[in-house]
């Protein structure tokens, strides 16, 4: 199994300013890669790109300007911040769904090849407050503002690229400028897209709508609450649609909605196969989950044995990640509890899976370092026989592991303080409790 290991970086700040800034050093290298992948002749002047932003979303300008200015006003950088006219995206498969119950909330699967994102959770308040996961430096996949709107994208299915935003800008104008999904809905409507999505919105009263947006298009704005990477119910491109199995994920969100599935359980679904998939390889792997709950005001990311909750007013913190491919999810072990209803057949299955163990009656008088001494000779035994058993095995203990570590700090937050979690573990209290509260 291949690993994709990474840092997600929480990130608040009000104004550009810093962070921002270290933002753009450590990812203006490749961006302006990607950004000059065609020739500079190929991208729009500075003054064409600035006219864009000036003519379709005036109130990003002031904020633009000041973006400019910490890239100390490079002109590539300028160009590239509005998003006018970029090089056409990798298409990203990805699943998003609203429950009601038992308040509104949104949540999503990013699938994608883990070396194009970002890794970046923005709360920011360049006109309000918003919250999302960054990309292209202040553009977002998915976010919240103060008023409960919440947005999230999928690729639409249609491989179409023309005049036009990118996406993650046209986001965080939504949220910059909207309170719910009627006025969102409207800006939609009149904005120039480069390439085809399926929006998603969700506001506080509960009403939510997917819009098809497009090149060359009007937006097609329907009373759907689900998405994946199809135009509604007919695929453009049939072959995209069935190598990403975009058809049969819909239909199972909307089945978890027609059963009145809750946020929990439609969380939850999420976290495992057919929504939640690995082929990191191909770009078809989840990168995060995203849990939006704005009555709550929170965000929380999800990945299996790992919740890593954001706020509006979060300090910075980060959170590892270790994503890791498979040939079939099925070959997996289940890193959640083990599902006593699955067969080799279905979702949550996995042959290597075994009933857990009764403690031996000897282990509860010795000590912890006895014990872990014992768990340590165990897995490297598993590691020394080389089998795909004990592979798999192996990676199941590594997630159950995860989940332990959170058990355990949270009982000694319990007992004690989350200071005192930070100080075994070796980090800052907030960054203790945060990733494991």
């Known amino acids: 199994m291949t690993t994709y290991p990474f840092t997600m970086f929480g990130i608040t700040e009000a104004r550009p300013g810093a962070r921002w800034q270290a933002l753009f050093d450590a990812t203006w290298p490749a961006y302006r890669r990607f950004h000059l992948s065609e020739g500079r ?24 300007e000041q973006l400019v200015a910490l ?36 949540a999503r699967n990013y699938d994608y090849a883990p070396g194009l994102f970002e890794q970046t ?53 939504l949220l910059e400028t909207c309170t719910d999904v009627e006025e969102a809905g409207r800006v939609l409507a009149r904005l120039p897209i480069a390439m085809t999505y399926n929006v998603t919105l969700l506001d506080a009263t509960g009403a939510s709508v997917t819009a098809h947006v497009g090149p060359d298009r009007p937006a097609e704005i329907r009373p759907v609450s689900c998405a994946t990477n199809h135009r509604w119910t007919e695929p453009v491109d049939p072959a995209h649609a069935a190598r990403y199995r975009s058809v049969e994920r819909l239909d199972l ?28 390889a191909h770009g078809f792997g989840t990168v995060f989950t995203a849990d939006y709950r704005p009555a709550e005001g929170t965000l929380t990311y999800r990945w299996p044995g790992i919740v890593w909750e954001r706020r509006f007013d979060s300090p910075d913190a980060t959170v590892d990640v270790i994503l890791g491919d498979a040939d079939t999810w099925s070959t997996m072990p289940n ?46 035994e598993l590691a020394r026989r080389g089998s795909g058993e004990g592979f798999a095995l192996l990676t199941g203990l590594s997630g159950h592991v995860g989940l332990a570590l959170g058990e355990s700090a949270r009982r000694i937050a319990e007992q004690g303080s989350w200071a005192q979690v930070a100080a075994l573990s070796g980090t800052t209290k907030q960054a203790a409790w945060a990733r494991w509260h």
């Open 41 to 64: 002749d190929a991208r729009p002047t500075r003054a064409e790109a600035e006219a864009a932003l000036q003519t379709h979303m005036p109130e990003l300008h002031e904020t633009w």
């Open 121 to 173: 959770s923005l709360s920011t308040d360049y006109r309000r407050p918003v919250l999302g996961t960054g990309d292209c430096l202040w553009g977002l996949l998915d976010g919240m503002n103060d008023a409960g709107l919440v947005v999230s994208l999928t690729f639409g299915g249609d491989r179409a690229h023309g005049e036009g935003f990118g996406i993650p800008l046209v986001l965080r104008y």
């Open 71 to 106: 890239t100390g006003d490079d002109d590539d950088a300028a160009v590239f911040l509005t998003q006018w006219n970029l090089p056409a995206f990798a298409p990203a498969a990805c699943s998003q769904v609203v429950a009601l119950d038992p308040a509104p909330a949104l």
């Open 335 to 380: 890193l959640d509890a083990p599902d006593p209803a699955a067969t080799p057949d279905r979702p949550g299955a996995t042959a290597a899976a075994e009933p857990v163990a009764e403690l031996p009656a000897d282990w509860a008088d010795r000590s912890s370092a006895d014990l872990a001494a014992l768990v340590r000779a165990g897995i490297d």
């Open 253 to 280: 969100l909307g089945g978890l909605q027609e059963e009145g599935a809750d946020a929990d359980a439609m969380v939850a679904a999420l976290l495992e196969a057919p929504l939640y998939t690995r082929d990191y």
